[in-house]
C-alpha cells in the first residue's frame, strides 16, 4: 500500500492525513476480493525497516492501525474474515498489541476468508526466524525441503501469492513475502494507494488473467 505520503504532500496535507485516506479503501478492497471468491489477502502495513520514519509518523501510523483493528473487527467477523497477522508483535505499543489479538481471537474460527495483516513484518527476517526454529527444533538436516520452510513461515498453511499489487509507480519488491514469492505475478501501477478502487482492483485481476504462468516449464497443449 504505497503513496500514502505523496498522496498528502501533492494537497498540501500532512502524512498522516495520507495513511488516514490510506485506510479508508481497505474495507471496498477487502469485499471485493471476497466477492471475486479471492481466499487469501495480505496488506502490507508496516515493514520492520519503516521504524526510520521520523517517531511521529511510526506512533501516527501505530494509533491509526489500532484504531482502524478495533473499528472493523467485527464487521470483518460477520462477513467470516479471519485476520491473521504476520510480523513481530514485539516493540509494538500495548494498545496495537491488544487491538490485533482481539481481532485475530474474535476471527480465529473463520474459514471463508484470510486476511493477513502485515505489520511489523520484513521477509528476510521471517526467514531468518524460520531457520532459527528449524534449527532449534534439531530437524535432520537430509528432511529438509522447501515444505519445511513455508511451514515455519508465518504464512504456514496458506497457498503462495498469485498476484503482487504495488501502487505508487514502484517497481520493487521491498522485502515483502520475499519466500513465498517466488511465482507470484507483479502488477504495478501509478495510482497512489488511497486513490486505488475497486475498478483499478478489477483492472489488475484482468491483467493477471491474461497472463501465462508456467513456474519454469513449457506450456503443453
Ligand atoms: C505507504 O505509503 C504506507 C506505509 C508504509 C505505512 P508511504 O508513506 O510509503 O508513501 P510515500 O512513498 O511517501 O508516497
Ligand atoms: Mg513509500
Redesign the pocket.
Known amino acids: ?7 498528502a ?1 501533492e494537497r498540501g496535507l500532512p ?1 498522516l492525513a ?2 488516514r485516506a ?1 485506510t479508508d479503501n481497505i474495507r471496498a478492497i477487502l469485499e471485493c476480493c471476497v466477492e471475486l471468491g479471492v481466499e487469501v489477502l495480505t496488506i ?4 520492520t525497516e ?1 521504524w526510520r ?1 521520523p517517531r511521529d ?1 511510526v506512533e501516527g ?1 501505530f494509533a491509526l492501525m489500532t484504531e482502524v483493528i478495533e473499528r472493523e473487527t467485527e464487521e470483518l467477523h460477520r462477513i467470516g474474515v479471519r485476520v491473521h497477522h504476520v510480523g513481530w508483535l514485539d516493540d509494538l505499543p500495548a494498545h496495537l498489541v491488544q487491538a490485533m489479538e482481539t481481532a485475530i481471537r474474535t476471527t480465529s474460527e473463520n474459514r471463508r476468508f484470510t486476511l493477513n495483516v502485515a505489520f511489523n513484518y520484513g521477509g528476510r527476517a521471517e526467514v531468518v526466524r524460520a531457520i532459527r526454529r528449524i534449527v532449534r527444533e534439531g530437524v535432520a538436516p537430509e528432511s529438509i525441503d522447501e515444505s519445511t520452510i513455508d511451514r515455519y513461515l508465518a504464512t504456514a498453511g496458506q497457498p503462495d501469492p498469485d498476484l503482487i499489487i504495488r501502487t ?1 509507480g ?1 517497481m520493487r519488491l521491498s522485502n515483502f513475502l520475499v519466500w513465498q514469492s517466488a511465482y507470484a505475478e507483479y502488477f504495478s501501477t501509478p495510482t ?2 488511497p486513490d486505488f478502487g475497486r475498478a483499478n482492483l478489477l483492472a489488475a485481476i484482468d491483467v493477471y488473467s491474461h497472463r501465462t504462468r508456467k513456474f519454469g516449464g513449457v506450456l503443453t497443449a
Open positions: 500500500m504505497d503513496g500514502n505520503g505523496r498522496w504532500e502524512r495520507g495513511h490510506g502490507y502495513a508496516f515493514s519503516n520514519r509518523e501510523l505508487a514502484e497512489y494507494w
